[in-house]
């Protein structure tokens, strides 16, 4: 590699390089961002300054190790949800915008239905913890719940808590059963949904380095769906609000099964900002 003296040198031969390799070249700039400790306007403003040859061979590492696939998520170890800086690993999904909008919809349906009360609320698969700990940010008066399956899962969803000053009581277990026995006002999940069969067509950097117990899922990726929406009408109260993200084929399946658990409930699927089915709420009155 040529010699690189400035910021905006190393930023543009970068970019490059990844479009050269199919990836966005848009992780040059959040890669060069988290080598230099600057914000956005923070690295606008440093492009005449000079980087160092140590910063330019660490910031180069990161970008070879993300042609491989790495998720640039992985290589910075955060990611931005909801307005808030949470920790990702190898243990956890990378949290996505259209979970924003889960929580975004949740919140109207609480304030909807839920205005006086002091509500009890149960994150079904938390991974790094995205939706429990926004809810709790949220409604700071909530008590939160968070079960997950891996316990380095939970151990970074902890973390995250603890550094967002969230007081979530996290429990392990397998679906419904960290959560039995107890009455809930809201239960959220973004479960495994995708096919086996999808396997193939992800992209390398979910197939390979995202963990498999929180992607894929046994019948067409509806397995959990079905298994909770069975379990639910024993844990609910009412009023009660269940929130679901899907996969974008999935919404007639998922609504029918809350419709079989519900039958006087209001059930809709709705669409994520890129005009895909990606959530399915029921409000039981």
Not at 14 to 30: K, P, Q
Not at 139 to 166: F, R
Not at 172 to 190: A, C, H, M, R, Y
């Amino acid at each position: 590699m040529t010699k690189l003296k400035y910021v905006y040198e190393a930023l543009k031969r970068a970019s490059s390089y990844l479009e050269e390799n199919g990836r966005e070249e848009g992780a040059a700039r959040v890669l060069l961002q988290h080598q230099l400790g600057l914000s956005y306007s923070g690295l606008m403003a440093s492009m005449r300054d000079e980087i160092t040859e140590a910063q330019l061979e660490s910031f180069w590492t990161n970008i070879e190790l993300h042609t491989k696939g790495i998720p640039v998520q992985h290589l910075t170890g955060t990611e931005e949800f909801y307005g808030r800086q949470f920790r990702v690993n190898a243990d956890v999904l990378i949290p996505r915008p259209e979970t924003e909008e889960l929580i975004e919809e949740t919140l109207q349906l609480i304030e909807r239905h839920m205005l006086t009360k002091e509500i009890a609320i149960a994150d079904i698969g938390t991974g790094s913890g995205v939706i429990a700990i926004t809810m709790k940010c949220e409604l700071p008066q909530a008590q939160v719940t968070a079960t997950d399956i891996s316990e380095p899962a939970l151990q970074t969803a902890m973390q995250n808590a603890e550094e967002l000053n969230a007081e979530i009581d996290f429990r392990l277990g397998d679906v419904t059963k960290p959560i039995e026995n107890q009455k809930w006002d809201v239960i959220l999940s973004n479960p495994p949904y995708i096919a086996y069969a999808e396997a193939p067509g992800l992209s390398d950097s979910v197939r390979d380095f995202e963990p498999h117990h929180a992607l894929f899922a046994d019948n067409e990726g509806l397995a959990l769906y079905e298994k909770m929406a069975k379990q639910f009408p024993e844990l609910l109260n009412k009023p009660g609000i269940i929130g679901f993200e899907i996969g974008y084929q999935q919404g007639a399946a998922v609504e029918k099964m809350l419709k079989r658990a519900f039958p006087t409930a209001l059930i809709y699927c709705k669409k994520d900002i890129n005009k895909n089915d990606r959530m399915v709420f029921a409000v039981i009155e």
